[in-house]
């Protein structure tokens, strides 16, 4: 980060691993862990009929998991984001896929890091607790909040 001066907008695509770190967040806790569907009408799909008017879930939650698209899949690692291959569009989907992908994303992954650029500079912080307990139907978010002191 630029040191003696303030952050600009300019300066958002410079982060890299500030990068990482929101893209590996939004992997392993999906905001919106279910994405639903309903087939308008019937089709096949890797060897199953689907008839018209099947309701249809996909999650993301599961899908940021899988062993055989993410090594480690549990770990917590911003730099796999550095030396990874880039997932294609149907494997990491924080924002959904297809025609109905969420328009926000752009607004809201620099709202995230500007937000983050800023609280990381000027401020110490110490996590109280490290539970890893997430909930979520709708949406998923920690269990017990994420207690923390401000140390300055
Ligand atoms: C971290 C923040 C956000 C996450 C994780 C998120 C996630 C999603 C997901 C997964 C979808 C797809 C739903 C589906 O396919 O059924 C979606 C759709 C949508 N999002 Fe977001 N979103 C976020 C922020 C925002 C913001 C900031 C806005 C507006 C400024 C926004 C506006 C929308 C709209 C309008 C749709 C519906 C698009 C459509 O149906 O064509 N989202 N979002």
């Not at 952050?7 to 590996?24: C, F, G, H, I, W």
């Not at 989907?93 to 992908?101: C, D, I, S, V």
């Amino acid at each position: 980060m630029p040191a003696g001066r303030d952050l600009t907008a300019d300066d958002l695509p410079q982060l890299s691993y500030l990068d990482n770190v929101v893209s590996e967040t939004l992997r392993l806790y999906p905001p919106g862990p279910i994405d639903l569907r309903k087939s308008i009408s019937a089709f096949d799909f890797e060897g199953h009929h689907i008839p018209a008017g099947t309701s249809i879930i996909i999650s993301p939650y599961v899908t940021h998991r899988l062993p055989e698209l993410w090594p480690e899949p549990t770990r917590f690692d911003p730099s796999r984001w550095s030396h990874q291959r880039k997932p294609a569009p149907y494997e990491y989907l924080p924002f959904g896929g297809g025609t109905h992908r969420c328009i926000g994303s752009m607004f809201a992954t620099t709202e995230v890091k500007t937000m983050l650029a800023h609280f990381v500079r000027e401020r110490r912080v110490e996590l109280l607790s490290t539970s890893d307990a997430a909930v979520g139907l709708a949406t998923m978010r920690p269990k017990h909040g994420i207690p923390a002191r401000v140390l300055s």
